[in-house]
C-alpha cells in the first residue's frame, strides 16, 4: 500500500506530452443488445452555454445518466451485457442466443454474485429479477442506506460488510468460488478474473456511440475533451477504447475523490498501486486499486487526472441541479474536475482544442447515492 498524492498536497497529473496509442474497438453488438432491452433510450446529452462560458469552452454538454433503463446510473449498461455474455459462457450457448438462462435448463439455475459501492450492485440486482434469477450483493461500508436499500428493493439479497470496497470484492470472489451454482459478475478485474469484467467494459461501449450520434446531431464538433468520474477505472478504459480505436482523439480527464485517488496516485507510480481510502461522499468511487484490466489503457491512453473534494463535487451537484441535470455526488465530480483542470495553473498542460466541444458525463443522479445529511 503506498502514499496518495493528495496527502503529499499533488491533486494532478498530466502527461508531458501525448502518446500516440490505438486499440481495437468494442464489440459491434453491444449497441443493438441493449436497444432490444425493454425500456431502452438514449440518455439525454444535455448543452450547457453557461457552463461552456465559464470554462473557456465553444460549446459544453452533459451526458446525463440520471435516468437509464429503469435505474438512476450509467452501471446497468456493462452489467446487462455482462449477465448476458457471462450466461452465454455459462450455459455454453451460440452468439444470438436469447437473454437468460436457456428454456430447457436442466438443474438449479445460477445465482448472481457481485460487490458493490452501489450502482453496479443495484443493476446486477435489476437483471437477476429481469431473468427470475436470485442475486446475493455484498456493500462495503460507506454506501447510502437508501442505496443499499434500493438492491433490496430490486430482490436481491445483501450483505452488508463492515470494511472498505476492496474487502467486499474479496468476500463476493470467495464465495462465488464455493458454490458451483454462483455466477460472480464484478466490475473490476484481478489476475485470473478477467473475461466478466471485460464485456462489462465492452457495456458501456453504447454511452460513447450515443454521445458521438448526439454531437452530430446537435451540430457539434467531435469532443475536444471528456471528463470521466473513475473508480477502478472501467469507465475510463471503456472511453480509452472508444477514442483510441481510429475515431476523435480527444483529451481523456480522469477524475477521482481526493479521498480515494488509486488511479492518479498509479499514473504517478507509472504503475497499479493500492492506496488506503477515506470517507467521501462519492462512495462510488471509493476504490483502493484500479482494475488490472483497465490499467494498461489507462496508463496509454488517458491524458490527465484530478483529484477533487466532496465540497468541489457538492458545489458542482448543485450548479448542475440548478440546471436542471440531476446529478450525484460521483456525476458532479466530472465538473468538479473540469472545473480543477481548466485553471491557469493546470491548463497548458493539456492538447491544443481541448475546449472547443467539452463532454461531461454525469454518471448517476441525484436519487444514486444520496448525500448524507
Not at 111 to 116: F, N, Y
Not at 134 to 162: F, M, N, Q, S
Not at 227 to 238: D, E, F, I, R
Request: contains cysteine.
Amino acid at each position: 500500500m503506498v502514499t496518495a498524492p493528495t496527502s503529499l498536497g499533488l491533486s494532478w497529473f498530466a502527461r508531458p506530452a501525448a502518446r500516440a496509442w490505438t486499440c481495437p474497438p468494442a464489440p459491434g453488438d453491444v449497441a443493438s443488445f441493449h436497444r432490444a432491452l425493454p425500456g431502452y433510450g438514449p440518455t439525454p446529452l444535455v448543452e450547457l452555454p453557461s457552463l461552456a462560458a465559464e470554462l473557456g469552452a465553444g460549446r459544453l454538454f452533459v451526458k446525463d445518466e440520471s435516468s437509464r433503463l429503469g435505474l438512476p446510473a450509467f452501471k446497468i449498461l456493462g452489467a446487462s451485457w455482462g449477465v448476458h455474455r457471462a450466461l452465454r459462457d455459462h450455459y455454453g450457448l451460440p452468439p444470438g442466443a436469447p437473454l437468460g438462462p436457456p428454456r430447457d435448463l436442466a438443474g438449479p439455475p445460477v445465482r448472481l454474485v457481485t460487490a458493490t459501492d452501489g450502482n453496479h450492485g443495484r443493476a446486477v440486482a435489476a437483471m437477476a429479477r429481469l431473468l427470475g434469477l436470485d442475486a446475493d450483493v455484498l456493500v462495503p461500508h460507506g454506501v447510502h442506506p437508501a442505496a443499499v436499500a434500493a438492491i433490496k428493493e430490486e430482490g436481491a439479497g445483501v450483505t452488508e460488510v463492515p470494511a472498505p470496497y476492496d474487502e467486499a470484492v474479496r468476500l463476493a470472489a470467495e464465495i462465488a468460488a464455493s458454490d458451483p451454482s454462483a455466477l460472480l459478475v464484478q466490475d473490476t478485474a484481478w489476475p485470473g478474473y478477467e473475461r466478466v469484467p471485460q464485456w462489462i467494459v465492452d457495456g458501456y461501449s453504447t454511452l460513447f456511440t450515443e454521445i458521438d450520434e448526439q454531437l452530430v446531431a446537435a451540430g457539434a464538433a467531435p469532443a475536444g475533451l471528456v471528463a470521466v468520474p473513475v473508480g477502478v477505472g472501467s469507465l475510463a478504459q471503456a472511453a480509452v477504447t472508444h477514442y483510441r480505436a481510429g475515431r476523435s482523439a480527444p483529451t481523456l480527464l480522469c477524475v477521482e475523490p481526493d479521498a480515494a485517488p488509486c488511479v492518479l496516485t498509479s499514473l504517478h507510480h507509472d504503475r497499479p498501486v493500492t492506496i488506503e481510502t477515506g470517507s467521501t461522499t462519492m462512495a462510488g468511487l471509493n476504490c483502493a486499486t484500479p482494475s488490472s484490466l483497465a490499467w494498461p489503457f489507462l496508463r496509454s491512453g488517458v491524458d490527465a487526472a484530478v483529484a477533487v473534494t466532496d465540497a468541489a463535487t457538492a458545489r458542482a451537484a448543485r450548479n448542475l441541479a440548478a440546471l436542471d441535470v440531476p446529478a450525484g455526488p460521483c456525476g458532479a465530480a466530472s465538473l468538479a474536475g473540469a472545473r480543477a483542470a481548466l485553471t491557469p495553473q493546470h491548463r497548458p498542460a493539456l492538447a491544443p482544442g481541448h475546449t472547443g466541444t467539452i463532454v461531461l458525463l454525469s454518471t448517476e443522479g441525484s436519487t444514486a447515492n444520496p448525500v448524507r445529511p
